[in-house]
DNA sequence: CCGAGCCGTTCCGTAAACGGAACAGCGGAC
DNA sequence: GTCCGCTGTTCCGTTTACGGAACGGCTCGG
Protein backbone atom coordinates (compact mmCIF):
# COMPACT_ATOMS: atom_id res chain seq x y z
CA UNK A 1 0.00 0.00 0.00
CA UNK A 2 1.13 3.50 0.34
CA UNK A 3 2.90 2.28 -2.91
CA UNK A 4 0.12 4.84 -4.08
CA UNK A 5 1.44 5.93 -7.55
CA UNK A 6 2.20 9.60 -8.34
CA UNK A 7 -1.22 11.15 -7.40
CA UNK A 8 -0.52 14.46 -8.27
CA UNK A 9 -0.45 12.63 -11.73
CA UNK A 10 -2.28 14.48 -14.56
CA UNK A 11 -5.77 13.73 -15.50
CA UNK A 12 -5.65 10.03 -14.80
CA UNK A 13 -7.96 9.25 -11.92
CA UNK A 14 -10.37 11.61 -13.52
CA UNK A 15 -10.22 9.33 -16.42
CA UNK A 16 -10.96 6.50 -14.46
CA UNK A 17 -13.90 8.52 -13.00
CA UNK A 18 -15.22 9.08 -15.68
CA UNK A 19 -14.84 5.58 -17.57
CA UNK A 20 -16.54 3.87 -14.25
CA UNK A 21 -19.28 6.74 -14.69
CA UNK A 22 -19.80 5.46 -17.79
CA UNK A 23 -20.39 2.26 -17.35
CA UNK A 24 -22.42 2.27 -14.40
CA UNK A 25 -24.74 4.26 -16.66
CA UNK A 26 -24.98 1.48 -18.81
CA UNK A 27 -25.68 -1.12 -16.26
CA UNK A 28 -22.49 -2.92 -17.26
CA UNK A 29 -20.07 -4.79 -14.63
CA UNK A 30 -16.73 -4.52 -13.98
CA UNK A 31 -16.10 -8.25 -15.43
CA UNK A 32 -18.73 -7.90 -18.60
CA UNK A 33 -16.98 -4.45 -19.85
CA UNK A 34 -13.96 -6.18 -19.23
CA UNK A 35 -14.83 -8.62 -21.47
CA UNK A 36 -16.78 -7.02 -23.78
CA UNK A 37 -13.92 -4.43 -24.68
CA UNK A 38 -11.26 -7.95 -24.55
CA UNK A 39 -9.39 -6.36 -21.77
CA UNK A 40 -8.47 -8.11 -18.22
CA UNK A 41 -10.46 -7.17 -15.48
CA UNK A 42 -7.49 -5.79 -13.55
CA UNK A 43 -6.82 -3.82 -16.11
CA UNK A 44 -10.01 -2.17 -16.05
CA UNK A 45 -9.93 -2.16 -12.93
CA UNK A 46 -6.89 -0.22 -12.27
CA UNK A 47 -7.88 1.95 -14.76
CA UNK A 48 -11.32 2.83 -12.95
CA UNK A 49 -9.29 3.37 -9.91
CA UNK A 50 -6.68 5.35 -11.48
CA UNK A 51 -3.63 3.14 -10.48
CA UNK A 52 -2.40 2.45 -13.84
CA UNK A 53 -1.27 4.70 -16.84
CA UNK A 54 -3.32 3.10 -19.17
CA UNK A 55 -2.29 2.55 -22.93
CA UNK A 56 -3.83 4.00 -26.03
CA UNK A 57 -4.72 0.43 -27.08
CA UNK A 58 -6.55 0.01 -23.89
CA UNK A 59 -8.22 3.19 -23.64
CA UNK A 60 -9.30 2.74 -27.20
CA UNK A 61 -10.67 -0.47 -26.72
CA UNK A 62 -12.62 0.25 -23.41
CA UNK A 63 -14.25 3.71 -25.03
CA UNK A 64 -15.39 2.05 -28.12
CA UNK A 65 -17.11 -0.50 -26.42
CA UNK A 66 -18.22 2.27 -24.22
CA UNK A 67 -19.84 4.36 -27.08
CA UNK A 68 -18.16 7.28 -26.63
CA UNK A 69 -14.72 9.12 -28.44
CA UNK A 70 -11.64 9.05 -26.89
CA UNK A 71 -12.20 12.89 -26.15
CA UNK A 72 -14.99 11.79 -23.98
CA UNK A 73 -13.34 10.73 -21.19
CA UNK A 74 -9.68 12.65 -21.70
CA UNK A 75 -10.97 16.73 -22.19
CA UNK A 76 -11.21 18.38 -19.59
CA UNK A 77 -12.08 21.59 -17.85
CA UNK A 78 -8.15 21.87 -16.82
CA UNK A 79 -6.84 19.94 -19.71
CA UNK A 80 -7.16 22.40 -22.90
CA UNK A 81 -4.56 24.64 -22.96
CA UNK A 82 -5.57 27.91 -22.88
CA UNK A 83 -3.77 31.51 -24.47
CA UNK A 84 -4.86 34.45 -22.36
CA UNK A 85 -3.75 37.92 -22.68
CA UNK A 86 -4.91 41.69 -21.54
CA UNK A 87 -8.20 41.43 -23.40
CA UNK A 88 -8.31 38.37 -25.48
CA UNK A 89 -8.94 34.97 -23.69
CA UNK A 90 -8.58 31.55 -26.54
CA UNK A 91 -9.16 28.24 -26.09
CA UNK A 92 -7.79 25.90 -28.83
CA UNK A 93 -10.52 23.06 -29.84
CA UNK A 94 -9.07 21.39 -33.04
CA UNK A 95 -6.15 21.25 -34.87
CA UNK A 96 -6.99 20.14 -38.78
CA UNK A 97 -3.65 18.65 -40.21
CA UNK A 98 -4.95 18.93 -44.35
CA UNK A 99 -2.46 18.45 -47.25
CA UNK A 100 -2.29 22.35 -47.98
CA UNK A 101 -2.40 23.85 -44.96
CA UNK A 102 -2.68 23.63 -40.67
CA UNK A 103 -6.12 24.91 -39.56
CA UNK A 104 -6.28 25.49 -35.59
CA UNK A 105 -10.03 26.54 -34.20
CA UNK A 106 -10.17 28.27 -31.34
CA UNK A 107 -13.34 29.69 -29.06
CA UNK A 108 -12.11 33.28 -28.22
CA UNK A 109 -13.99 35.84 -26.03
CA UNK A 110 -12.57 39.25 -25.63
CA UNK A 111 -13.23 41.19 -22.69
CA UNK A 112 -14.10 45.01 -23.31
CA UNK A 113 -10.90 47.61 -22.79
CA UNK A 114 -7.90 48.71 -24.97
CA UNK A 115 -7.17 46.48 -27.93
CA UNK A 116 -5.06 43.30 -27.79
CA UNK A 117 -1.83 43.74 -29.99
CA UNK A 118 -0.46 40.02 -31.52
CA UNK A 119 2.60 40.50 -33.26
CA UNK A 120 2.95 39.43 -37.12
CA UNK A 121 2.71 35.57 -38.02
CA UNK A 122 4.04 33.83 -40.65
CA UNK A 123 3.66 35.00 -44.38
CA UNK A 124 0.84 33.59 -46.21
CA UNK A 125 -1.04 33.13 -42.41
CA UNK A 126 -4.94 33.99 -42.49
CA UNK A 127 -7.14 34.61 -39.77
CA UNK A 128 -11.14 34.11 -39.79
CA UNK A 129 -13.47 35.57 -37.06
CA UNK A 130 -16.92 34.24 -36.62
CA UNK A 131 -18.68 36.65 -34.14
CA UNK A 132 -21.30 34.88 -31.83
CA UNK A 133 -21.95 37.82 -29.76
CA UNK A 134 -20.98 41.51 -28.96
CA UNK A 135 -18.81 43.78 -31.46
CA UNK A 136 -15.48 43.32 -32.56
CA UNK A 137 -12.89 45.78 -33.68
CA UNK A 138 -9.78 43.01 -35.15
CA UNK A 139 -7.76 43.36 -38.39
CA UNK A 140 -4.30 45.02 -39.09
CA UNK A 141 -3.47 47.45 -37.21
CA UNK A 142 -3.73 50.28 -39.88
CA UNK A 143 -6.89 49.07 -41.17
CA UNK A 144 -9.08 47.21 -38.40
CA UNK A 145 -12.15 46.05 -39.42
CA UNK A 146 -16.07 45.77 -37.13
CA UNK A 147 -18.05 42.67 -36.98
CA UNK A 148 -21.01 42.42 -34.91
CA UNK A 149 -23.13 39.58 -33.78
CA UNK A 150 -23.13 36.66 -37.02
CA UNK A 151 -20.69 38.62 -39.10
CA UNK A 152 -17.69 37.49 -40.55
CA UNK A 153 -13.98 38.97 -40.63
CA UNK A 154 -10.86 37.87 -42.76
CA UNK A 155 -7.54 39.14 -42.98
CA UNK A 156 -3.91 38.09 -43.22
CA UNK A 157 -1.91 38.26 -39.99
CA UNK A 158 1.78 38.24 -41.33
CA UNK A 159 1.43 42.01 -40.18
CA UNK A 160 1.13 43.07 -36.57
CA UNK A 161 -2.59 42.79 -35.80
CA UNK A 162 -5.08 43.63 -33.02
CA UNK A 163 -8.70 42.72 -31.33
CA UNK A 164 -10.79 44.66 -29.28
CA UNK A 165 -14.28 44.71 -28.08
CA UNK A 166 -16.80 47.41 -29.17
CA UNK A 167 -18.72 48.97 -25.86
CA UNK A 168 -19.35 47.04 -22.75
CA UNK A 169 -19.79 43.95 -23.83
CA UNK A 170 -17.74 40.79 -24.32
CA UNK A 171 -17.21 39.40 -27.98
CA UNK A 172 -17.45 35.70 -27.86
CA UNK A 173 -16.35 34.18 -31.48
CA UNK A 174 -15.04 31.46 -33.44
CA UNK A 175 -11.58 32.17 -34.30
CA UNK A 176 -9.83 30.27 -37.32
CA UNK A 177 -6.18 30.29 -37.92
CA UNK A 178 -4.86 28.95 -41.56
CA UNK A 179 -1.26 28.12 -41.47
CA UNK A 180 -0.70 27.30 -45.51
CA UNK A 181 2.05 24.51 -45.83
CA UNK A 182 5.68 25.33 -46.45
CA UNK B 1 -19.70 -9.66 -33.11
CA UNK B 2 -21.24 -6.67 -31.77
CA UNK B 3 -20.25 -4.54 -35.04
CA UNK B 4 -17.11 -4.60 -33.32
CA UNK B 5 -15.00 -1.58 -34.90
CA UNK B 6 -11.42 -1.83 -35.62
CA UNK B 7 -9.99 -3.64 -32.95
CA UNK B 8 -6.39 -3.78 -33.96
CA UNK B 9 -6.15 -0.26 -35.99
CA UNK B 10 -6.64 2.39 -33.66
CA UNK B 11 -4.99 4.96 -35.49
CA UNK B 12 -1.86 4.61 -33.46
CA UNK B 13 -0.47 5.86 -37.33
CA UNK B 14 -2.20 8.28 -37.69
CA UNK B 15 -1.29 9.84 -34.27
CA UNK B 16 2.21 9.60 -35.03
CA UNK B 17 1.78 11.70 -38.12
CA UNK B 18 -0.16 14.29 -36.54
CA UNK B 19 2.67 14.67 -33.74
CA UNK B 20 5.41 14.73 -36.42
CA UNK B 21 3.29 17.11 -38.00
CA UNK B 22 3.13 19.31 -35.36
CA UNK B 23 6.42 18.92 -34.10
CA UNK B 24 8.03 20.05 -37.65
CA UNK B 25 5.54 22.78 -37.71
CA UNK B 26 7.45 24.31 -34.82
CA UNK B 27 10.51 23.70 -36.05
CA UNK B 28 11.00 21.35 -33.41
CA UNK B 29 13.75 18.00 -33.76
CA UNK B 30 13.03 15.07 -32.39
CA UNK B 31 15.82 15.45 -29.98
CA UNK B 32 14.59 18.44 -28.98
CA UNK B 33 11.11 17.94 -28.21
CA UNK B 34 12.13 14.55 -26.61
CA UNK B 35 14.48 16.72 -24.14
CA UNK B 36 11.47 19.21 -23.36
CA UNK B 37 8.90 16.82 -22.93
CA UNK B 38 10.95 14.47 -20.79
CA UNK B 39 10.48 11.37 -22.50
CA UNK B 40 13.40 9.23 -24.24
CA UNK B 41 14.20 9.53 -27.87
CA UNK B 42 13.44 6.02 -28.43
CA UNK B 43 9.67 6.86 -27.60
CA UNK B 44 9.08 10.05 -29.60
CA UNK B 45 10.69 8.09 -32.85
CA UNK B 46 8.66 5.01 -32.33
CA UNK B 47 5.34 7.20 -31.24
CA UNK B 48 6.00 9.34 -34.43
CA UNK B 49 6.42 6.00 -36.67
CA UNK B 50 3.36 4.08 -34.90
CA UNK B 51 5.69 1.59 -34.14
CA UNK B 52 4.37 1.58 -30.59
CA UNK B 53 1.30 1.67 -28.37
CA UNK B 54 1.99 4.84 -26.27
CA UNK B 55 0.60 4.91 -22.56
CA UNK B 56 -1.51 8.59 -21.66
CA UNK B 57 1.65 9.68 -19.59
CA UNK B 58 3.66 9.69 -22.90
CA UNK B 59 1.05 11.41 -25.18
CA UNK B 60 0.53 13.91 -22.58
CA UNK B 61 3.88 14.91 -21.72
CA UNK B 62 4.38 15.25 -25.61
CA UNK B 63 1.27 17.19 -26.61
CA UNK B 64 1.43 19.53 -23.65
CA UNK B 65 5.10 20.46 -24.83
CA UNK B 66 3.76 20.88 -28.39
CA UNK B 67 1.11 22.78 -26.72
CA UNK B 68 -1.85 21.23 -28.02
CA UNK B 69 -5.25 19.26 -26.57
CA UNK B 70 -4.52 15.59 -26.54
CA UNK B 71 -7.60 15.75 -28.44
CA UNK B 72 -5.89 17.58 -31.26
CA UNK B 73 -3.85 14.31 -31.83
CA UNK B 74 -6.93 11.71 -30.99
CA UNK B 75 -9.60 13.09 -32.48
CA UNK B 76 -10.27 10.72 -35.29
CA UNK B 77 -12.66 9.58 -37.36
CA UNK B 78 -14.05 6.82 -35.32
CA UNK B 79 -15.71 7.78 -31.88
CA UNK B 80 -16.65 11.06 -32.42
CA UNK B 81 -20.52 11.89 -33.09
CA UNK B 82 -21.24 12.36 -36.74
CA UNK B 83 -24.03 13.15 -39.46
CA UNK B 84 -23.25 11.25 -42.64
CA UNK B 85 -25.44 12.51 -45.43
CA UNK B 86 -25.49 11.35 -49.41
CA UNK B 87 -22.85 14.13 -49.84
CA UNK B 88 -22.24 16.18 -46.22
CA UNK B 89 -19.76 14.05 -43.46
CA UNK B 90 -20.39 16.70 -40.56
CA UNK B 91 -18.38 15.77 -37.27
CA UNK B 92 -19.62 18.05 -34.11
CA UNK B 93 -16.91 19.52 -32.76
CA UNK B 94 -18.10 21.53 -30.01
CA UNK B 95 -21.80 23.16 -28.48
CA UNK B 96 -21.74 26.93 -26.93
CA UNK B 97 -24.46 27.80 -25.08
CA UNK B 98 -24.71 31.50 -24.74
CA UNK B 99 -27.54 34.06 -23.14
CA UNK B 100 -29.10 34.69 -26.68
CA UNK B 101 -28.21 31.63 -28.93
CA UNK B 102 -26.65 27.84 -28.74
CA UNK B 103 -24.07 27.32 -31.23
CA UNK B 104 -23.50 23.98 -32.61
CA UNK B 105 -19.81 23.90 -34.34
CA UNK B 106 -18.96 21.43 -37.42
CA UNK B 107 -16.34 19.85 -38.85
CA UNK B 108 -18.05 19.38 -42.45
CA UNK B 109 -16.48 17.29 -45.74
CA UNK B 110 -18.71 17.59 -49.12
CA UNK B 111 -18.30 15.04 -51.53
CA UNK B 112 -18.70 15.52 -55.11
CA UNK B 113 -22.11 14.33 -56.55
CA UNK B 114 -25.54 15.27 -56.67
CA UNK B 115 -26.49 18.07 -54.01
CA UNK B 116 -27.85 17.24 -50.46
CA UNK B 117 -30.89 18.57 -49.31
CA UNK B 118 -31.30 19.69 -45.57
CA UNK B 119 -34.99 20.40 -44.33
CA UNK B 120 -35.95 23.95 -43.10
CA UNK B 121 -34.73 24.52 -39.47
CA UNK B 122 -36.64 26.91 -36.70
CA UNK B 123 -37.40 30.72 -37.40
CA UNK B 124 -34.12 32.49 -37.14
CA UNK B 125 -31.68 29.92 -37.75
CA UNK B 126 -28.61 30.59 -39.45
CA UNK B 127 -25.67 28.85 -40.87
CA UNK B 128 -22.33 30.53 -41.34
CA UNK B 129 -19.87 28.42 -43.35
CA UNK B 130 -16.09 29.13 -43.66
CA UNK B 131 -14.65 27.10 -46.73
CA UNK B 132 -10.81 25.91 -46.13
CA UNK B 133 -10.36 23.63 -49.50
CA UNK B 134 -12.35 23.09 -52.86
CA UNK B 135 -15.41 25.02 -54.00
CA UNK B 136 -18.78 25.22 -52.18
CA UNK B 137 -22.33 25.95 -53.03
CA UNK B 138 -24.90 25.75 -50.62
CA UNK B 139 -27.33 27.86 -49.38
CA UNK B 140 -31.31 28.01 -49.73
CA UNK B 141 -33.08 26.13 -52.44
CA UNK B 142 -33.68 29.22 -54.85
CA UNK B 143 -30.68 31.44 -53.81
CA UNK B 144 -27.35 29.02 -53.73
CA UNK B 145 -24.39 31.16 -52.39
CA UNK B 146 -20.92 29.75 -53.57
CA UNK B 147 -17.27 30.48 -51.93
CA UNK B 148 -14.03 29.17 -52.41
CA UNK B 149 -11.10 28.31 -50.05
CA UNK B 150 -11.07 31.25 -47.40
CA UNK B 151 -14.34 32.73 -48.10
CA UNK B 152 -17.55 32.11 -46.28
CA UNK B 153 -21.30 31.70 -46.47
CA UNK B 154 -24.26 33.04 -44.45
CA UNK B 155 -27.58 31.89 -45.11
CA UNK B 156 -30.94 31.80 -42.72
CA UNK B 157 -31.90 27.93 -42.67
CA UNK B 158 -35.80 28.43 -41.93
CA UNK B 159 -36.21 27.18 -45.68
CA UNK B 160 -35.06 24.29 -47.35
CA UNK B 161 -31.37 24.41 -48.36
CA UNK B 162 -28.78 22.77 -49.97
CA UNK B 163 -24.83 21.41 -49.79
CA UNK B 164 -22.81 20.68 -52.81
CA UNK B 165 -19.61 20.50 -53.86
CA UNK B 166 -18.41 22.60 -56.92
CA UNK B 167 -16.19 20.71 -59.62
CA UNK B 168 -14.14 17.22 -58.66
CA UNK B 169 -12.46 18.18 -55.66
CA UNK B 170 -13.98 17.44 -51.58
CA UNK B 171 -14.61 20.35 -49.84
CA UNK B 172 -13.64 20.83 -46.49
CA UNK B 173 -15.22 23.10 -44.23
CA UNK B 174 -16.55 24.57 -40.88
CA UNK B 175 -19.92 24.61 -39.98
CA UNK B 176 -21.37 27.21 -37.33
CA UNK B 177 -25.03 26.82 -36.65
CA UNK B 178 -26.70 29.21 -34.99
CA UNK B 179 -30.16 28.75 -32.52
CA UNK B 180 -31.44 31.86 -30.97
CA UNK B 181 -33.05 31.58 -27.96
CA UNK B 182 -36.43 31.61 -28.22
C1' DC C 1 40.16 15.67 -45.59
C1' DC C 2 38.54 14.88 -41.12
C1' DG C 3 36.54 15.73 -36.75
C1' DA C 4 32.39 18.02 -34.34
C1' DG C 5 27.81 18.35 -33.83
C1' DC C 6 23.71 17.68 -34.99
C1' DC C 7 19.85 14.54 -37.05
C1' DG C 8 16.70 10.22 -36.45
C1' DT C 9 16.88 5.14 -35.78
C1' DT C 10 18.08 0.87 -33.39
C1' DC C 11 19.75 -1.89 -29.50
C1' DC C 12 19.05 -3.30 -24.82
C1' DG C 13 18.21 -3.69 -19.67
C1' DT C 14 14.61 -2.21 -16.65
C1' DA C 15 10.20 -0.87 -15.10
C1' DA C 16 5.49 -1.48 -15.60
C1' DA C 17 1.06 -2.47 -18.12
C1' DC C 18 -0.97 -6.48 -19.53
C1' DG C 19 -4.34 -10.78 -19.04
C1' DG C 20 -5.41 -15.00 -16.40
C1' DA C 21 -6.24 -16.96 -12.08
C1' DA C 22 -7.14 -16.85 -7.29
C1' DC C 23 -9.36 -14.20 -3.77
C1' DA C 24 -13.01 -12.23 -0.39
C1' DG C 25 -17.70 -10.33 -0.13
C1' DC C 26 -22.47 -10.35 -1.21
C1' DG C 27 -27.42 -11.99 -2.66
C1' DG C 28 -30.51 -15.44 -4.15
C1' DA C 29 -31.95 -20.56 -4.90
C1' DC C 30 -32.86 -24.69 -3.03
C1' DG D 1 -27.78 -24.44 6.32
C1' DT D 2 -24.84 -25.07 1.67
C1' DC D 3 -24.07 -24.00 -2.87
C1' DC D 4 -23.97 -21.20 -6.76
C1' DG D 5 -23.16 -17.13 -9.45
C1' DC D 6 -21.90 -12.80 -9.40
C1' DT D 7 -19.50 -8.57 -7.85
C1' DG D 8 -14.74 -6.02 -7.72
C1' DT D 9 -9.86 -6.50 -5.99
C1' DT D 10 -5.26 -8.55 -5.64
C1' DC D 11 -1.53 -11.74 -6.93
C1' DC D 12 1.63 -13.19 -10.45
C1' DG D 13 4.05 -14.56 -14.77
C1' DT D 14 4.43 -12.66 -19.44
C1' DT D 15 4.65 -9.05 -22.60
C1' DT D 16 6.08 -4.63 -23.84
C1' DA D 17 6.71 0.45 -23.38
C1' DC D 18 10.15 2.94 -21.28
C1' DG D 19 14.79 5.87 -21.33
C1' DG D 20 19.91 5.69 -21.94
C1' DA D 21 23.43 4.55 -24.95
C1' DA D 22 25.31 3.30 -29.24
C1' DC D 23 24.78 3.64 -34.17
C1' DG D 24 24.91 5.34 -39.15
C1' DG D 25 24.01 9.42 -41.87
C1' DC D 26 24.33 14.27 -42.95
C1' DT D 27 26.11 19.18 -42.75
C1' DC D 28 29.17 22.27 -41.29
C1' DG D 29 34.01 24.36 -40.05
C1' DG D 30 38.78 24.12 -39.67
Known amino acids: MAAAPPAGDHGAEEVGRRIRTLREERGLSLSTLARLAGVGKATLSG ?34 PTVRGAAVDATL ?12 LYRMRVSPGPPQLSPAHQAGVTEHVTVFSGVLRAGPLDAPLTAGPGEYLRWTSDVPHSYAAVGDEQVRASLL ?3 PRD
Do not use: I, M
Open 47 to 80: LENGTRNPTLETLYAVTAQLGVPLTAVLSGPAGT
Open 93 to 104: LEVFTDTDATYE
Open 177 to 179: LRY
